[in-house]
């Protein structure tokens, strides 16, 4: 499963990050790497952007970065 698929409320632990090059390098830097925890705070109405809290800071990621990273329920 991938963030994009992901539900309001819940928790997720980061598998994979499937993309690469400057994409990659940015998600990592902002602290998304495997085994981080993401809560999914909100999604916007429109369904993009959506919120998440990682690491202890918000963070907001539009759905198409979204589906580069493999999450699996806590």
Do not use: C, F, N, W
Not at 1 to 20: A, E, F, H, N
Not at 28 to 54: E, H, S, Y
Request: glycine share 10%.
């Amino acid at each position: 499963m991938t963030l994009s698929d992901v539900k309001p409320g819940k928790s997720y632990t980061v598998l994979k990050l499937r993309d690469s090059g400057a994409t990659r390098r940015r998600i990592m830097d902002m602290g998304i790497t495997k085994g981080a925890q993401i809560t999914v705070d909100k999604v916007a109405p429109l369904g993009d952007p959506v919120d998440l809290t990682v690491r202890g800071y918000h963070l907001s990621l539009r759905k198409e970065d979204l589906g580069k990273i493999e999450v699996a329920a806590i």
